[in-house]
């Protein structure tokens, strides 16, 4: 009787099941927080590979922890320490299969890297408009499976708005094709998104077909000095007056989040001197550079004229463009050099946030000595990163096992009474299973748990993430 391993073998090829040897890239989460043992890894390369593991591991009763990138941030895309899980890597499935530009969609396979996705419509004039600092290894499949927001949300939505339909293999091992490129299918229940956002505690996703938008004419980029959150929100509003569906992005950093990259980065240029807050605003434009620019130009003299901002740098070619989306994508990685911290994805009504940002501040200074506050995020979209690191000479990972759980509870508890979520965008998985339970509405969960009984009844699929049964 062969072993598991051996049947894993047969499925996909010797080459592609890893038992031994270094796993860690597999093994380890981005931000090195859990460390897990899997069973082995299985990298398939079709769908119907896929299904045959699946129909193995449901036999044998073994979980699976479903893999893309391994960039996820809440502790649900490795296996637990247990040396019993199937970590399911979707790496090799990175195939683009169709473009339709008439219907502007793309098909493509879960283990296709983001930029690889966005490269792909590019080259053939189109633009797939989902993009996070995590895009050169995070994988389309494991977008879908935490619904990832971005910086682009408030113009084009989160990854479920951009999606049509999916490519499932389910607990039984079956395949589900709803590959569909319809923007109108009112057929029932709309399954793909119970798939979206579930972290892969439901199914395996294979393939998605995703929506495309043709490429804007015109981008414009400017790094904006403001002195208040009040003022960032005010001059959103103004720029949704000014720019309508042209405002494709707004980013709003703190100062104490720039100055970590000034200190880590010294290299990279900032456009502006040090502001208390900044507003990195991005305009795309249908008409072309000088439609673009002078709609821009009249948006920033219009709130420098009322106060609104302090100060304003505009992009003048692509490469400053970037220059200035490198330094807001840098702000994750120089805060984990600094240090661990203790880091929320919140979202809360845009309205609230000034509110929001003033009174948790307080009560963190006022609980927690001297703690410091790495602020960023998609003002756009009401969320923001809301990060705690320790006092200036502190020991920063004493400090967090110390700290950890009573700053979550201050945070979550003020983020709930601003009629907020405490997961805007990262999801739950294993890091905040237990808050889920407080925080949302215990008939909510409920539902939950049914959904979950009824597609992975045996609990194959990522066992212990976002619900704990
Ligand atoms: P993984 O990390 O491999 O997996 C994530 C989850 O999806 C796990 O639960 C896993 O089991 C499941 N999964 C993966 N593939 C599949 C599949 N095919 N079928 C079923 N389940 C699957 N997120 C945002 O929303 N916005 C941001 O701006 C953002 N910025 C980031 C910046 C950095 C530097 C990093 C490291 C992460 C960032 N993230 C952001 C986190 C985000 O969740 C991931 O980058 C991305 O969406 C996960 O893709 P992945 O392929 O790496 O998935």
């Given at each position: 009787?062969?072993?598991?391993?051996?049947?894993?073998?047969?499925?996909?090829?010797?080459?592609?099941?890893?038992?031994?040897?270094?796993?860690?890239?597999?093994?380890?989460?981005?931000?090195?927080?859990?460390?897990?043992?899997?069973?082995?890894?299985?990298?398939?390369?079709?769908?119907?590979?896929?299904?045959?593991?699946?129909?193995?591991?449901?036999?044998?009763?073994?979980?699976?922890?479903?893999?893309?990138?391994?960039?996820?941030?809440?502790?649900?895309?490795?296996?637990?320490?247990?040396?019993?899980?199937?970590?399911?890597?979707?790496?090799?499935?990175?195939?683009?299969?169709?473009?339709?530009?008439?219907?502007?969609?793309?098909?493509?396979?879960?283990?296709?890297?983001?930029?690889?996705?966005?490269?792909?419509?590019?080259?053939?004039?189109?633009?797939?408009?989902?993009?996070?600092?995590?895009?050169?290894?995070?994988?389309?499949?494991?977008?879908?499976?935490?619904?990832?927001?971005?910086?682009?949300?408030?113009?084009?939505?989160?990854?479920?708005?951009?999606?049509?339909?999916?490519?499932?293999?389910?607990?039984?091992?079956?395949?589900?094709?709803?590959?569909?490129?319809?923007r109108k299918d009112n057929t029932g229940y709309?399954?793909?998104?119970?798939?979206?956002?579930?972290?892969?505690?439901?199914?395996?996703?294979?393939?998605?077909?995703?929506?495309?938008?043709?490429?804007?004419?015109?981008?414009?980029?400017?790094?904006v000095s403001v002195a208040s959150v009040e003022?960032?929100?005010?001059?959103?509003?103004?720029?949704?007056?000014?720019?309508?569906?042209?405002?494709?992005?707004?980013?709003?950093?703190?100062?104490?989040?720039?100055?970590?990259?000034?200190?880590?980065?010294?290299?990279?240029?900032?456009?502006?001197?040090?502001?208390?807050?900044?507003?990195?605003?991005?305009?795309?434009?249908?008409?072309?550079?000088?439609?673009?620019?002078?709609?821009?130009?009249?948006?920033?003299?219009?709130?420098?004229?009322?106060?609104?901002?302090?100060?304003?740098?505009?992009?003048?070619?692509?490469?400053?463009?970037?220059?200035?989306?490198?330094?807001?994508?840098?702000?994750?990685?120089?805060?984990?050099?600094?240090?661990?911290?203790?880091?929320?994805?919140?979202?809360?009504?845009?309205s609230r946030i000034p509110a929001f940002v003033?009174?948790?501040?307080?009560?963190?200074?006022?609980?927690?000595?001297?703690?410091?506050?790495?602020?960023?995020?998609?003002?756009?979209?009401?969320?923001?990163?809301?990060?705690?690191?320790?006092?200036?000479?502190?020991?920063?990972?004493?400090?967090?096992?110390?700290?950890?759980?009573?700053?979550?509870?201050?945070?979550?508890?003020?983020?709930?009474?601003?009629?907020?979520?405490?997961?805007?965008?990262?999801?739950?998985?294993?890091?905040?299973?237990?808050?889920?339970?407080?925080?949302?509405?215990?008939?909510?969960?409920?539902?939950?748990?049914?959904?979950?009984?009824?597609?992975?009844?045996?609990?194959?699929?990522?066992?212990?993430?976002?619900?704990?049964?």
């Amino acid at each position: 009787m062969n072993t598991v391993l051996d049947q894993l073998r047969a499925i996909v090829g010797d080459k592609h099941l890893l038992s031994d040897g270094d796993l860690s890239a597999f093994e380890v989460d981005w931000r090195k927080r859990y460390r897990g043992k899997a069973l082995a890894v299985v990298r398939p390369g079709t769908t119907g590979e896929v299904a045959a593991v699946v129909r193995l591991c449901a036999r044998e009763r073994i979980a699976i922890v479903p893999q893309g990138g391994n960039t996820g941030l809440v502790g649900a895309s490795v296996p637990d320490d247990s040396g019993r899980q199937l970590l399911l890597n979707l790496g090799r499935m990175n195939r683009i299969r169709e473009i339709d530009p008439a219907n502007l969609t793309m098909t493509v396979e879960a283990g296709c890297i983001l930029q690889q996705v966005q490269e792909a419509a590019a080259a053939r004039n189109l633009l797939f408009p989902l993009s996070l600092a995590a895009e050169g290894s995070c994988t389309i499949g494991g977008n879908l499976a935490t619904n990832a927001g971005g910086t682009q949300v408030l113009r084009y939505g989160s990854t479920r708005d951009l999606c049509l339909g999916l490519e499932v293999v389910t607990a039984d091992g079956e395949v589900w094709d709803g590959l569909s490129g319809l923007r109108k299918d009112n057929t029932g229940y709309d399954l793909r998104h119970l798939f979206i956002g579930s972290e892969g505690t439901l199914g395996i996703i294979t393939a998605a077909t995703m929506k495309l938008v043709p490429q804007p004419a015109a981008v414009m980029t400017a790094w904006v000095s403001v002195a208040s959150v009040e003022a960032a929100v005010e001059l959103l509003q103004r720029a949704q007056a000014r720019l309508g569906a042209g405002l494709t992005g707004f980013e709003m950093m703190g100062e104490f989040a720039l100055s970590l990259v000034r200190k880590h980065y010294p290299d990279l240029r900032h456009p502006l001197p040090p502001a208390p807050w900044t507003v990195l605003l991005e305009q795309s434009d249908t008409e072309g550079e000088d439609h673009a620019r002078a709609l821009f130009e009249a948006l920033l003299e219009e709130a420098l004229e009322h106060g609104t901002i302090v100060d304003a740098a505009v992009a003048e070619n692509i490469d400053q463009s970037h220059a200035m989306w490198h330094l807001r994508e840098t702000i994750p990685l120089a805060q984990a050099d600094e240090g661990p911290n203790v880091k929320h994805d919140i979202s809360v009504p845009v309205s609230r946030i000034p509110a929001f940002v003033a009174s948790t501040d307080a009560a963190l200074a006022s609980h927690f000595d001297g703690v410091r506050m790495v602020d960023f995020g998609h003002l756009g979209d009401g969320n923001l990163h809301y990060n705690v690191q320790a006092a200036p000479g502190q020991d920063a990972a004493a400090f967090l096992s110390a700290n950890e759980k009573a700053i979550n509870q201050l945070v979550y508890a003020a983020v709930a009474a601003h009629g907020g979520s405490i997961s805007a965008e990262h999801g739950i998985g294993t890091l905040k299973r237990d808050a889920l339970l407080q925080f949302k509405s215990p008939v909510a969960v409920r539902m939950m748990r049914q959904i979950k009984q009824a597609l992975d009844p045996g609990n194959l699929f990522n066992p212990g993430r976002v619900l704990e049964r």
